[in-house]
């Protein structure tokens, strides 16, 4: 079983929908999360950063960790065809800044 | 300020021939990570160095090594070359060392491998 698994979509949403992104991981320790969003042929960009279980809204984005089901996600509100992107989640266990990815979400925004 | 550097963008190589890509981390960070993309495995962690020390390797062959400098660059080789080489290397700043600050990317270096 991989440490953090991510349906690879690819996901396709009208303009102005909400896009729901997810990942399950099992490595209990894991406590720092993140999503990153890479452009074709781009390195990957933070966009939300989380310590433990919540909630964080940043703009369109907001995050979520429950850290009892081992599931975290990603919501995208009013969604803009610049969006179209792939989606990578990654955590961290702590001690060190070694991450484990999901396989990433590609989407995309039809205008 | 300055985001992460990587050098060269894209590289092309013939299989069995060795390799040196470059990392310039954002200005005040120590660490330095490298991963690994491909299409059929997503990222995978190389190794982590903090302050010229490795402190983590992943699970590649020791043809994968690596090394930083006292200003924090790093440098990641591959000898001996091989087709499933090829993939997009990107390397990870961070400020700390302990996994508690966030990690930003640089654009990679795409390796190609004839």
């Known amino acids: 079983q991989k440490e953090v698994e991510q349906d690879p979509g690819p996901l396709s949403v009208p303009e102005g929908a909400i896009v729901s992104l997810n990942c399950t991981y099992s490595?209990?320790?894991?406590?720092?999360f993140m999503w990153y969003r890479q452009y074709s042929r781009k390195g990957p960009e933070l966009l939300m950063y989380t310590y433990s279980s919540g909630n964080k809204e940043d703009g369109r984005f907001t995050a979520q960790v429950d850290k009892s089901s081992k599931y975290i996600s990603l919501f995208i509100r009013d969604s803009q065809p610049s969006d179209s992107a792939t989606y990578l989640c990654?955590?961290?266990?702590?001690?060190?800044?070694?991450?484990?990815f999901g396989k990433g979400n590609q989407v995309v925004v039809i205008p | 300020k300055a985001g992460v550097t990587q050098t060269p963008r894209y590289l092309i190589k013939t299989r069995g021939q060795q390799v040196t890509l470059s990392c310039s981390p954002i200005s005040g960070h120590r660490s330095v990570s490298w991963y690994q993309q491909t299409p059929g495995q997503g990222l995978q962690f190389l190794f982590e160095y903090f302050s010229e020390t490795q402190r983590n390797k992943g699970n590649f062959p020791g043809r994968f090594s690596g090394r930083q400098f006292s200003n924090s660059r790093s440098e990641m080789n591959v000898s001996t070359l091989e087709l499933g080489d090829s993939a997009l290397y990107l390397c990870?700043?961070?400020?700390?060392?302990?996994?508690?600050?966030?990690?930003?990317f640089g654009q990679g270096t795409r390796l190609t491998v004839v």
């Open positions: 490595n209990s320790a894991f406590q720092y």
């Open positions: 990870a700043s961070s400020f700390g060392q302990f996994g508690n600050t966030e990690a930003f």
């Open positions: 990654a955590m961290s266990a702590g001690g060190n800044n070694r991450l484990a």
